[in-house]
C-alpha cells in the first residue's frame, strides 16, 4: 500500500513538476491567456491553486490508506463546488476561465461520489478526470 501511494503521489508531483519547468523555460513565449488579474487577487487565487494541490496530495494518501470516506469529504470540501467556491468562480471576467473553474470543482464533487464507492480504479479515474482540468487551465491561463 505505502509502494501505491508513493508511486502515484511521484508521479502526479513528477508531471507538475515537468509542466513548471515546461512554462518557466518558455516564460518569454509564453502565449497563454492572461487573466490581467490585480496583485490581490493574482496572490489570492495562486493560494487557491496551492491549496487544491495540497487536497489532492491529502487524497491520494488517504485513497492509499484505504480511507476513502475521509478522501470523498476532502475532495467536496476543499476542491468541489461549494457556494464559497461558486462565488469566487464568478468574480472572474474571462468567460472561458469561469466555466473551466465550475468544471473543475463538479468533477471534484463527482469524484467526492465515487470515492464513496471505495473503488480504487473508478477513484482513480474520476481524480485522473479532475487533474485534466488542472491540466487544461494551467496550459490556456496564466496570471
Known amino acids: ?26 516564460a518569454v513565449d509564453d502565449k497563454r491567456i492572461s487573466l490581467d488579474l490585480p496583485p490581490h487577487m493574482k496572490t489570492h487565487q495562486l493560494m487557491n491553486m496551492r491549496s487544491h494541490v495540497e487536497a489532492v496530495q491529502t487524497i491520494i494518501g488517504l485513497m492509499a490508506d484505504g480511507n476513502f470516506d475521509e478522501a470523498s469529504r476532502v475532495a467536496h470540501s476543499r476542491l468541489g463546488l461549494t457556494e464559497e467556491m461558486k462565488r469566487m468562480c464568478s468574480m472572474f471576467q474571462n468567460k472561458d476561465f469561469r466555466t473551466l473553474g465550475f468544471q473543475f470543482h463538479k468533477s471534484a464533487d463527482h469524484l467526492a461520489e465515487v470515492l464513496k464507492t471505495k473503488d480504487m480504479k473508478k477513484s482513480l479515474d474520476a481524480l485522473h478526470d479532475t487533474m485534466g482540468y488542472c491540466v487544461s487551465c494551467h496550459a490556456t491561463f496564466r496570471q
Open 1 to 26: 500500500m505505502k509502494f501505491r501511494k508513493t508511486a502515484i503521489l511521484s508521479g502526479l508531483l513528477f508531471s507538475m513538476g515537468l509542466a513548471h519547468i515546461t512554462f518557466a523555460d518558455n
